[in-house]
């Protein structure tokens, strides 16, 4: 089992930063692919971003590749999302999330954190 708490959400002007940081409890923390995840009001839930149990590979969706990194830290169980270069249309509610399958597959993940919101004003 393995508990996901979200923080660093807040309101930012737009091309403004923020860095998200998601703290997991529970055991092998480091075996698994942890995801970024986010939705918008009246919107399906979009993948964001995801990283391997080893920091080899990372994948982003398209609306925020080159502009948000993700990281990992797994001596501190945390995984980070740093965002740059912020629009409006990023506001959303972002969640963190983990499974102990493959990063190939942007889905199948097992547990959810319970979110933090993101609002990035023009």
């Known amino acids: 089992q393995v508990q996901l708490v979200e923080s660093g959400g807040g309101l930012v002007q737009a091309g403004g930063s923020l860095r998200l940081s998601c703290a997991a409890s529970g055991r092998a923390f480091s075996s698994y692919v942890m995801g970024w995840f986010r939705q918008a009001p009246g919107k399906e839930r979009e993948f964001v971003a995801a990283?391997?149990?080893?920091?080899?590979?990372?994948d982003y969706g398209d609306s925020v590749k080159g502009r948000f990194t993700v990281s990992r830290d797994n001596a501190k169980n945390t995984v980070y999302l740093q965002m740059n270069s912020l629009k409006p249309e990023d506001t959303a509610v972002y969640y963190c999330a983990a499974k102990g399958s493959s990063i190939k597959s942007r889905g199948e993940y097992d547990y959810w954190g319970q979110g933090t919101q993101v609002t990035v004003s023009s």
């Open positions: 990283i391997s149990w080893g920091n080899s590979i990372t």
